[in-house]
């Protein structure tokens, strides 16, 4: 019976063991950071939908104030003509 890559560690003793340690810490640790890097990503994501929100809450009332000082503008010195 074969078992692939583990027969050959095996033969390897106590290095092939600790190799098998390493691969796994090593993939326990990518799993890690690619789970973090997505937590992140995720977060961005999130900051950037409320604060867009809140930019064109501010563009919005931004425009209505010019709107309103333009009126106000044209009230007053557009008469004069």
């Known amino acids: ?6 027969d ?4 390897y003793g106590i290095l092939g063991f ?16 690619m789970k973090s890097e997505e937590d992140y990503r995720q977060r961005l994501e ?4 409320e604060y867009r929100e ?5 563009l919005e009332e931004s425009t209505e104030h010019s709107k309103s ?6 009230m007053l010195f557009g008469k004069g003509k």
């Open 1 to 6: 019976m074969s078992f692939g890559i583990f």
């Open 8 to 11: 050959s560690l095996a033969q």
């Open 18 to 33: 600790a190799v098998l340690a390493l691969g796994y810490l090593c993939w326990i640790f990518l799993n890690k950071l």
């Open 46 to 49: 999130e900051l950037e939908g």
């Open 54 to 58: 809140d930019l064109e809450k501010k």
């Open 69 to 74: 000082l333009k009126e106000t503008v044209l």
